[in-house]
């Protein structure tokens, strides 16, 4: 019965969902263009500011970490076992 007292909403939702007043963007991509095209000496990976440094220094960081947990477990599993 509760089903059936919700359908009538359904409309109302849709009209909001879909209405045609947009919102009003400002277009970016020109600022963006000049910041990626400054000849600062950094690379482009890095020019977006600090954000791009964290992700670029977490992302080495979990790369390396990943690689040594790595070599450590293969020289572990070459190594002869113990005989108990």
Avoid at 12 to 26: D, E, H, I, K, V
Avoid at 44 to 60: F, Q
């Amino acid at each position: 019965l509760t089903h059936f007292l919700s359908i009538p909403k359904v409309p109302l939702l849709a009209s909001r969902a879909f209405s045609s007043s947009a919102r009003q963007l400002r277009n970016r991509v020109p600022e963006a263009q000049k910041l990626f095209q400054e000849d600062n000496g950094l690379p482009v990976h890095l020019k977006g500011g600090t954000r791009d440094v964290l992700l670029y220094r977490a992302t080495m960081t979990l790369t390396l970490a990943g690689t040594c947990y790595s070599l450590y477990w293969l020289l572990f599993a070459s190594m002869p076992q113990k005989k108990a």
